[in-house]
């Protein structure tokens, strides 16, 4: 009778997360995009493109499972992250423990609540509907000369300053 209990609870937490991920990616699709990965490559090729500095201060908006803000944290001052999904932060919480990256902060929130005034440069993985709300938000907060890094995505009626495949860079 025990074990059937315990077995009961185990696909009972089994079935809770899968259903608090599946929710999370439904609002990550709704406010901002689902998670796809950028392989590491691509990763690499943003950071060179962005041309991301040793005293500057980086910020990944949709941070996903973190890969984009540790590469950045290795050429830069501080990365951060922001990530809707609690899996994916904690994903991404457990890479930071085991990488002991000291200069990273992982936030768990929605993009659309961070200040962006702090950061040099920002990158982004997003959805087409959302990138006009996004370079309001980026030209009211960031300062003069910031950069973008956008992966696959371009703002409407702004003129990227640097292009490579399928990635695009902005200068505020
Ligand atoms: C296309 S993925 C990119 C992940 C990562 N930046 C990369 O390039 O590997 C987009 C990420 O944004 C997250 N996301 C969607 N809407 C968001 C929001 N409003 N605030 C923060 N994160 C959001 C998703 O959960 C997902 O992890």
Redesign the pocket.
Known sequence: MLMLWAIIIVFSLIYIAILVYLL??L???I????????NHTK?ERMLKLVELKQDEKFI??????G??VFAAAKKCKHAT?????PL?HIISKLKKTKSKSKNTTLIR????NVDLSEYDVI????IPHWMNKLKKKIKREMKPGSRIVS?AFTFPDWQPVAKDDTIYIYKV
Do not use: N
């Open positions: 999370y990616a609002y990550a699709m406010s901002g995009a689902p998670f796809v990965p950028t990763v990944d908006l949709g941070s996903g499972d890969r984009l992250g922001v990530e809707i999904s994916l929130d929605t993009l659309w990158s982004i993985y997003f992966h």
